[in-house]
């Protein structure tokens, strides 16, 4: 369980850092929180030649509410998201959420922006983006861009990201007085990947957001129990998730997954904030 | 005239108390000696190429590649090692018609199990060993596999060992009374019901690791590694390396944990050995977290389909059932693999009176990782095939759990005893132990509990379990059967010329704490503050010869060779004083590090003062007066074939019935263990062997495909039990002392792995069973009991 060789750059800008991306000689990975990556490679799953070090970024780092958007770093940590006041205040749903990713020493070192990239269908965050309708800001040599998260997470590890790109802000509406948020997830210990979990965003009796994780080969919003709980409550809701594309795995048949994203859409709504 | 008192009834007696780890501190500093710490001159790392297929016939290897990466110093495939090893068979002759087939370190022409080793690297780092491994092309041919359990024997199944005809390994057929006869009344109530349990491993937190030194110069080999039975892998290496046992040193360092994991023989770490020899270089393996999964022995992998007969008052009649258990392509080596179906066998139903028993036992072969004696061998199936039952039992006829148990539970009174299987029983509690525990859970306030949860749709449950537990193993275990397992163990002490106790042990440290017991032992018998005993452990150049830990022996066996070795001492001791000081013996005691006045307590001579006399002046001692500042003693249990220990356990749940999760509440022991020596270790190993039940009940399983390959090897996938979903685990001691020891000490260390898988199983029904529905089949997942809901 060594990590075969690669070579290790940390460079000191975001251009440094596209620059040696773009040598695709060197088949270079950028290296975020590393809680994903550093297992994968030791388990040979992963064989990057070249690990370019992003921690270095300060550009990366950090966050920030202007014009009624929370801007985040992609370099920035759970920990980090955990004891903000102004995640707090703005995005209550993290709050919620986040305390169910992994484990503290995890969050100490996992990123945001490493688990957008990454795109586990089992994490927590991209489906706290689809919800909140957060943008993923990202730049290449060719320039910067930015997609609605919707758009961003298109399959089983796989995204918007083109060769060479990173992700490098999230950005997310702040909190409008209105709005309501629910959270619940299924894991067979506290910190595993979920069986099945949601988020919620309830913006009144007749508009909300759903996401799920753990369900699927991504995170996935789910339409049509969006629209069935404007019509019939939360029993409608519960009861338009067939046609989700539900993935078994070593935990749950899809039959068990459809059913405990129900009780997981029932729940979160119980306990929504 | 009063009795004098005993010597564990003393003031401030080491015996009885919770004394710290002396080894607590280094440990926690980091300064442990772990297999992996060890770097010796020119040491070389090795690597293994481990089949990927369940079943494969090996056809070649190209190693051109291989050979080419930088830092490979040698590359073996499993024939480069036929004439340097010689195969091993996991037979034993007392379990009779046990068969297997003779194993090589690595697979030579057929691969049996996806991971089993089939060619090594050894290189200059083991970074660059894996990159080689990686660029080995292995020519293998895949081959029908036979993975199944339930369908090992049929017809159309692939027979693994031809030779064999069939994949049957062993069976057994125990019977006492009329089964059937009672079966066919018309006055008994018959519950049936067919419990499976998933295989599931150790997972130590240290892997299994070895750095073999061969020194051709003196034809000695060094074998430092991580386990349990130092003399027993003297003997194996020597045999099958062909070097006289003298030669060969196994030494085990601080060990992080072993759980009958580190008790076996396999392949990659003889083959560590065999590399080491002909390289005539240091050679160290670890076994990295993936190789753990697929390698080290799984444990359970049983169907067992059993019935059991109760009157209506509850009185049970009668215990029949069908074990079947898959135990991989071989029998373990030396300790064979149809060890824990025997021990189901021999303990279903052993803590009640039961007068007609039969129960059937089959073990077989399948294309799967070895399965073998892992903590708490074959108890938490007999547990729970019998406590399952009882309990169906009382629900079927309206008696409460507890109540069913009094009724049937072996009187405290009766012993002697032997139960229907034959086990020979003394010195139990098992009424003393279920009162104790019926009081200390509150259990009549926990039923009132649960019947107001039920009314607002929360469904708790209660799961009680009476167990006995093998302890104390004598010769009749494996030496009879001709094993090189040790069932003595032996203690040397000696006192030094700074008035210190050097002992040493045949029983070894594995994070159980057994140093800390030897050291109250010798310090309490001999007479001196513990900070002056001094222990070795795990070495076989420096210990006396034994067995070392398993089957909860240490303290009850190891620990009756250091009281003895340590009261020989004594009286050496307290003869040489007598004529130093002109005394009479008999009127001097030892105490603090001093010889005292019996009977005043005034100090006569410092030891240190007595060693130095002997030591450095032994002029000033009679000629004819040869002191002897060592002792060394040995002890065996003669009487019994084992020393059972009994407990009383209970489980209190809350199922989540809208999702199959359940949250144990909280879990009750009631443990006797005879004398308890440290009350601090034997509660964390109670509690340690609770976890690893739960982790069995409710999480643990390595989850195979159809076709054989292991599908969660790695910690995200494969469920260890985690703190953050353990309850409050409560502790409680029944002391009744065997007879068969001056200590009286029986084993703690598989109690609770034994006990808990029943009590929660049966708390788990307790709290499905207003819904109608019940689940027998550990681990007890949510979607598993959301099946036995019938929700998906």
Not at chain 2, 93 to 104: C, F, I, K, N, V
Not at chain 2, 563 to 582: E, M, P, R, T
Request: aromatic residues 6%; glycine residues 10%.
């Amino acid at each position: 369980m060594k990590a075969p060789d690669f070579v290790y750059v940390r460079p000191g800008s975001i251009a440094e850092a596209l620059a040696l991306l773009a040598d695709t000689d060197a088949d270079a990975t950028p290296l975020a929180g590393g809680q994903s990556l550093m297992p994968m490679m030791n388990f040979r799953v992963a064989a990057p030649g070249k690990l370019v070090d992003l921690n270095g970024l300060a550009e990366l780092r950090g966050l920030r509410v202007e014009n009624g958007m929370v801007r985040i770093g992609a370099m920035t940590r759970y920990a980090e998201l955990l004891a903000s006041d102004d995640i707090r205040e703005n995005i209550p749903l993290f709050g919620l959420a986040l305390p169910h990713v992994a484990h503290a020493a995890i969050r100490n070192r996992g990123t945001i922006g490493g688990s957008v990239a990454l795109a586990d269908p089992a994490a927590e965050i991209p489906a706290l983006l689809l919800v909140l309708e957060a943008e993923i800001h990202m730049q290449g040599l060719a320039g910067t861009r930015a997609i609605a998260a919707e758009d961003f997470f298109l399959g089983l590890y796989e995204t918007a990201l083109q060769e060479g790109e990173i992700v490098t802000e999230i950005v997310v509406p702040a909190r409008k007085t209105t709005e309501q948020f629910g959270f619940y997830e299924f894991a067979r210990r506290h910190g595993d990947y979920a069986m099945a979990g949601v988020a919620l965003k309830v913006g009144g009796p007749d508009h909300c957001r759903i996401g799920f994780f753990g369900v699927a080969d991504r995170a996935i919003r789910a339409t049509r129990a969006e629209v069935a709980y404007r019509d019939g409550g939360v029993p409608a809701a519960m009861a338009a998730l067939d046609d989700l594309p539900f993935d078994g795995d070593l935990n749950a048949a899809a039959k068990t997954k459809r059913h405990l994203a129900g009780i997981a859409l029932k729940r979160a709504f119980e306990g929504i904030s | 005239m009063n009795e004098p008192l005993h010597i564990f009834d003393r003031p401030n007696s080491y015996i009885g108390r919770s004394v710290p780890r002396p080894d607590a501190r280094r440990l926690l500093e980091g300064r442990g000696k772990f297999v992996d710490d060890l770097q010796l001159p020119r040491m070389l790392h090795a690597a293994f190429l481990r089949s990927a297929h369940s079943h494969a016939r090996i056809d070649g290897f190209d190693l051109d590649a291989a050979r080419a990466m930088p830092g490979v110093v040698a590359i073996y495939t499993g024939k480069d090692f036929a004439d340097h090893v010689t195969p091993y068979v996991g037979t034993l002759t007392h379990l009779a018609g046990l068969r297997s087939a003779p194993q090589m370190p690595m697979a030579m022409d057929v691969a049996r199990w996806q991971g089993e080793p089939i060619a090594m690297v050894v290189a200059q780092s083991r970074a660059e060993a894996e990159d080689a491994v990686a660029m080995i092309d292995a020519d293998l041919h895949p081959l029908d596999a036979a993975c199944d359990t339930e369908s090992a024997l049929d017809a159309d199944t692939p027979v693994i060992h031809e030779a064999f005809g069939s994949n049957l390994a062993w069976e057994r057929l125990v019977e006492a009374g009329d089964v059937d006869a009672v079966f066919s009344r018309n006055d008994v109530t018959v519950i049936k019901r067919t419990f499976r349990f998933g295989r599931h491993t150790g997972v130590t937190l240290e892997p299994r690791a070895s750095v073999v030194e061969y020194d051709p110069s003196e034809n000695r080999l060094t074998y430092w590694y991580s386990g349990q039975a130092p003399h027993m892998m003297q003997a194996i290496l020597a045999k099958h390396l062909d070097l006289p046992e003298e030669n060969v040193r196994v030494v085990a360092h601080d060990v992080g944990g072993s759980f009958g994991i580190k008790i076996h023989t396999y392949g990659d770490d003889i083959a560590t050995a065999v590399a080491a020899k002909l390289l005539k270089r240091p050679v160290k393996f670890v076994a990295d977290r993936h190789e753990s999964f697929v390698s080290d022995i799984h444990a359970r992998d049983h169907v067992v389909t059993g019935r059991i007969a109760v009157t209506a008052d509850g009185t049970i009649e009668a215990l029949d059932f069908d074990d079947l258990t898959g135990i991989g392509p071989y029998s373990m080596y030396p300790r064979t693999s149809a060890i824990e179906c025997n021990q189901v066998l021999n303990l279903t139903g052993a803590p009640y009176k039961l007068r007609n028993y039969r129960a059937r036992g089959r073990v077989v072969f399948q294309n799967k990782n070895l399965m073998c004696q892992y903590r708490a061998v074959g108890h938490p199936i007999a547990m729970a095939v019998a406590d399952g039952l009882v309990d169906e039992a009382a629900a079927a006829i309206g008696v409460d759990p507890a109540e069913i148990r009094r009724r049937n539970l072996v009187p405290d009174d009766t012993y002697p005893c032997v139960s229907a299987s034959g086990m020979k029983f003394d010195d139990l509690s098992h009424e003393k132990t279920l009162d104790r525990l019926i009081s200390e859970m509150r259990y009549d306030d926990l039923r009132a509990d649960q019947a107001t949860c039920r009314e607002k749709g929360v469904y708790r449950g209660i799961g009680l379990v009476s167990m006995v537990e093998v302890a104390n193993p004598s010769p009749m275990f494996y030496g009879i059967g001709g094993a090189p397992i040790s069932a003595q163990d032996g203690a040397t002490v000696r006192l030094d010329a700074g008035g210190a106790l050097h002992v040493s042990s045949s029983i070894t440290e594995q994070g159980q704490g057994t140093n800390t017991i030897l050291a109250q032992i010798a310090a309490e018998v001999f007479g001196v503050d513990m900070d002056r005993v001094k222990v070795t452990t795990g070495d076989t150049d420096n210990v006396p010869y034994g067995g070392g830990t398993w089957a909860s022996r240490g303290a009850g066996i190891g620990g009756e060779a250091m009281l003895l070795a340590s009261k020989a001492l004594k009286d050496q001791v307290l003869d040489v004083a007598g004529i130093l000081l002109q005394s009479e013996s008999e009127s001097l005691d030892i105490r603090s590090g001093s010889v005292v006045d019996a009977d005043s307590g005034a100090e006569r001579i410092s030891l240190r003062d007595l060693a130095r006399t002997v030591y450095y002046r032994g002029n000033e001692l009679p000629s004819d007066v040869k002191p002897e500042l060592i002792a060394t003693r040995h002890y065996r249990v003669t009487d019994f074939p084992f020393v059972f220990t009994n407990s009383a356990m209970a489980a209190h749940v809350e199922v989540d019935v809208e999702s199959g999760f359940v949250r144990v509440l909280h879990f009750w022991a009631v443990e006797d263990c005879g004398r308890v020596i440290n009350p601090q270790l034997v509660d964390e190993q109670i509690r340690g062997g609770v976890v690893q039940g739960i982790g069995g009940a409710l999480y643990e399983e390595c989850v195979y495909s159809e076709d054989g390959q292991l599908l969660n090897a790695t910690m995200a996938d494969y469920l260890v039990p985690m703190a953050g979903e353990m309850p409050d685990i409560s502790v409680f001691h029944v002391e009744t002392p065997t007879k068969t020891s001056v200590l009286g000490a029986k084993g703690a260390g598989e109690a609770g792995t034994g006990g808990a898988p029943a009590a929660v199983m049966n708390a788990v029904n307790d709290a499905l069973r207003p819904l109608g529905a019940s689940i027998f089949q550990m681990p007890m997942s949510p979607e598993r009991i959301l099946k036995a809901l019938g929700k998906v």
